[in-house]
C-alpha cells in the first residue's frame, strides 16, 4: 500500500533561513508520481511541483529546490532564505499511474505546518 | 488560469440537516474529486468522478454522496450531517490520464462546522 511519511509536524524558523520539509514515501509500484503542494492560511491548495519516480534529477525553481532519492525514497523539499509568505502548511503525495482507467489516487501526508517568523 | 471555485467558504449546520457542498472547475476536466482535512490526518478521499454520471467511492465515503449532473459541477452530499463530519473540505480536479499522474488542481476549501 502507498503511504507517505512527513514526519516533522512543525516547523518555525526565522527570516533568511534555509529550511528542508522531509517527505518519505513508500510504494510497490516501479512508476509513481510525486508532488509538493503549499496550503497558505487561505486554505486552498497550491501545486508545486510534480516529479515521476524515472527522473531523480533534483529540482530548483528560485528559492525552492527539491531532492528526490529513490535509493532512501525521500522527496524533501528546501526553501532557501525563507520569507514570511512562506508560512504555510507543505503537504507531500504520492501517486500510482493509473494505466487503464486514468485515475490517479493522491495518497498525502499529514503536513508539516512551516512557521517563518520576521 | 486554472480555476476551481467552491460554494461556500465557511458552513454552519445542525446535526441532522442535510448539506450540499458545490465545486465548479472552469478546465473542462474530467476528474473531480473530494477530499476532507482533519489535523494530523492529512487530506483523506472520499469520492471522485471520472465522467458525468460517474462516481467511485475513495478511502472514508460512510456518510456521503456525491452529484455530477454536469462535467463542470461536482457536488458532495451529507445525507443527515453529524457532528463527526465537521471538517474542511476540499475539491479538487485534473485531466485524465493514461499511464501517468496529472495534477490535481484544488479549489479554497468550505470549513464545514456541525453542531
Known amino acids: 500500500a502507498q503511504k507517505v511519511t512527513q514526519a516533522q509536524t512543525e516547523i518555525s524558523v526565522v527570516e533568511k533561513e534555509d529550511v528542508t520539509l522531509d517527505c518519505v514515501y513508500e510504494t510497490r509500484d516501479t512508476t509513481y508520481y510525486l508532488f509538493w503542494y503549499k496550503q497558505p492560511p487561505s486554505g486552498e491548495l497550491v501545486f508545486l511541483i510534480r516529479r515521476n519516480s524515472f527522473d531523480e534529477q533534483n529540482e530548483i525553481s528560485g528559492r525552492y529546490s527539491w531532492n528526490f532519492q529513490k535509493s532512501t525514497s525521500s522527496f524533501n523539499f528546501t526553501i532557501t532564505a525563507s520569507q514570511v509568505v512562506d508560512s504555510a502548511v507543505y503537504f507531500c503525495?504520492?501517486?500510482?499511474?493509473?494505466?487503464?482507467?486514468?485515475?490517479?489516487?493522491?495518497?498525502f501526508g499529514t503536513g508539516t505546518r512551516l512557521l517563518v517568523s520576521p | 488560469d486554472v480555476k476551481v471555485t467552491q460554494s461556500s467558504r465557511y458552513l454552519v449546520k445542525r446535526t441532522g440537516e442535510k448539506v450540499f457542498l458545490e465545486c465548479v472547475q472552469d478546465?473542462?476536466?474530467?476528474?473531480m474529486f473530494w477530499y476532507r482535512q482533519d489535523p494530523g490526518l492529512g487530506l483523506r478521499l472520499i469520492y471522485f468522478s471520472y465522467d458525468v454520471k460517474m462516481k467511485e467511492k475513495g478511502d472514508i465515503p460512510e456518510g456521503y454522496s456525491v452529484s455530477r449532473e454536469k462535467k463542470e459541477r461536482f457536488s458532495l452530499i451529507l445525507e443527515s450531517a453529524s457532528t463527526n463530519q465537521t471538517s474542511m473540505y476540499l475539491c479538487?480536479?485534473?485531466?485524465?490520464?493514461?499511464?501517468?499522474?496529472?495534477?490535481?488542481?484544488f479549489g479554497p476549501g468550505t470549513r464545514l462546522l456541525v453542531l
Open positions: 479538487a480536479s485534473s485531466l485524465p490520464t493514461s499511464g501517468r499522474a496529472e495534477t490535481q488542481y
Open positions: 478546465m473542462d476536466h474530467e476528474n
Open positions: 503525495a504520492l501517486s500510482e499511474a493509473g494505466m487503464n482507467t486514468g485515475f490517479q489516487k493522491l495518497v
